[in-house]
């Protein structure tokens, strides 16, 4: 490569030198000589990436070989082990003629017992999965002015709808205020989509006693505020009343203290509180696999 360049140089300095050809000629061999250079840059380029491709080559080639050794490493070390466990086994049954009943017994009770630890397991990750769908399109469908009255929680794979009571009710009474109407559609709609879930609507008061004549204790006040909210959810908007249960709880379920004025405000609300249907789950209880590895249903 460093002898192509230098004859050029050589030829055209004679040239020069002895004054024997003329401007055009060159020219043109001061452009060959340019190009030349040129070449030679690339194929130095060419060489030099060439070979840092080749050392990344041989790294990963060293890479691989370090990959593959541990691997061997790691089959021989899982072949002794089968062998071991292999002896184990075959001592076993030749101490015991009726080792391999037993052991054919066992192992159907574990496949058994498995299963059954499957099905739980899918029926909880279905449920957990549709509750995080249900509480997505339910905080989707609210506006932000209710999103600050409307608290949505999954606990336990239980969706909690917690709603303030200065937002569904007048104040001091257990009618449903037109306000709350709107809201109480768009839970409904998210109630009406998901068959599969039960609805508990569960009433809660502060400590103040109410005092009204119609109305005994605070029992009497959150359980029909419940049921109001109830009979709106099944009259106005079609949930079917076999998945809906009114309840109140009074005073008794406090989640703040009732000594100021933030804390009965929290303290008075209505939970919507969305479950999967435990029947599905008493039907998965009743295949449990008994002593003898069979479903009790069988």
Same mark, same amino acid.
């Given at each position: 490569m460093?002898?192509?360049?230098?004859?050029?140089?050589?030829?055209?300095?004679?040239?020069?030198?002895?004054?024997?050809?003329?401007?055009?000629q060159?020219?043109?061999?001061?452009?060959?000589?340019?190009?030349l250079?040129?070449?030679?840059?690339?194929?130095?380029?060419?060489?030099?990436?060439?070979?840092?491709?080749?050392?990344?080559?041989?790294?990963?080639?060293?890479?691989?070989e370090?990959?593959?050794a541990?691997?061997?490493?790691?089959?021989?070390?899982?072949?002794?082990?089968y062998?071991?466990?292999?002896?184990?086994?075959?001592?076993?049954?030749?101490?015991?003629?009726?080792?391999?009943?037993?052991?054919?017994k066992?192992?159907?009770?574990?496949n058994?017992s498995?299963?059954?630890?499957?099905?739980?397991?899918?029926a909880k990750?279905?449920?957990?999965?549709?509750?995080?769908?249900?509480?997505?399109?339910?905080?989707?469908?609210?506006?932000?002015?209710?999103?600050?009255?409307?608290?949505?929680?999954?606990?336990?794979?239980?969706?909690?709808?917690?709603?303030?009571?200065?937002?569904?009710y007048?104040?001091?009474?257990?009618?449903?205020?037109?306000?709350?109407?709107?809201?109480?559609s768009?839970?409904?709609?998210?109630?009406?989509?998901?068959?599969?879930?039960?609805?508990?609507?569960?009433?809660?008061?502060?400590?103040?006693?109410?005092?009204?004549?119609?109305?005994?204790n605070?029992?009497?006040?959150?359980?029909?505020?419940?049921?109001?909210?109830?009979?709106?959810?099944?009259?106005?908007?079609?949930?079917? $009343?076999?998945?809906l249960?009114?309840?109140?709880?009074?005073?008794?379920?406090?989640?703040?203290?009732?000594?100021?004025?933030?804390?009965?405000?929290?303290?008075?609300?209505?939970?919507?509180?969305?479950? $999967?249907?435990?029947?599905?789950?008493?039907?998965?209880?009743?295949?449990?696999?008994?002593?003898?590895?069979?479903?009790?249903?069988?």
């Amino acid at each position: 490569m460093k002898r192509s360049f230098f004859i050029p140089l050589m030829v055209s300095a004679c040239i020069v030198m002895t004054g024997c050809v003329s401007k055009k000629q060159f020219t043109g061999l001061e452009a060959n000589h340019k190009k030349l250079q040129t070449e030679y840059i690339n194929l130095k380029q060419t060489y030099q990436n060439a070979q840092v491709e080749l050392a990344e080559y041989r790294a990963s080639a060293k890479n691989l070989e370090e990959r593959l050794a541990e691997s061997q490493k790691t089959n021989s070390e899982l072949r002794e082990d089968y062998a071991a466990l292999q002896s184990s086994l075959d001592k076993s049954i030749q101490q015991n003629t009726q080792g391999n009943v037993n052991i054919s017994k066992l192992v159907d009770e574990i496949n058994a017992s498995n299963r059954f630890i499957k099905q739980l397991v899918e029926a909880k990750s279905k449920s957990d999965s549709l509750n995080m769908v249900l509480t997505n399109n339910l905080t989707r469908s609210l506006s932000r002015d209710e999103l600050q009255e409307v608290d949505i929680k999954v606990l336990k794979g239980v969706v909690y709808i917690s709603l303030a009571d200065n937002m569904l009710y007048k104040s001091g009474s257990y009618e449903v205020n037109d306000r709350a109407h709107e809201t109480l559609s768009k839970i409904a709609k998210i109630i009406t989509d998901y068959k599969d879930y039960d609805v508990l609507v569960e009433g809660n008061t502060d400590t103040v006693p109410i005092s009204r004549t119609n109305i005994r204790n605070n029992w009497d006040l959150s359980a029909l505020r419940a049921s109001s909210v109830v009979q709106v959810l099944q009259n106005q908007y079609g949930v079917d $009343p076999k998945r809906l249960t009114a309840a109140g709880r009074g005073e008794y379920n406090p989640i703040a203290g009732n000594d100021t004025e933030l804390g009965r405000q929290r303290n008075r609300r209505t939970q919507i509180i969305i479950t $999967p249907k435990l029947d599905q789950f008493m039907d998965l209880i009743d295949q449990a696999p008994d002593s003898d590895g069979v479903s009790s249903n069988e």
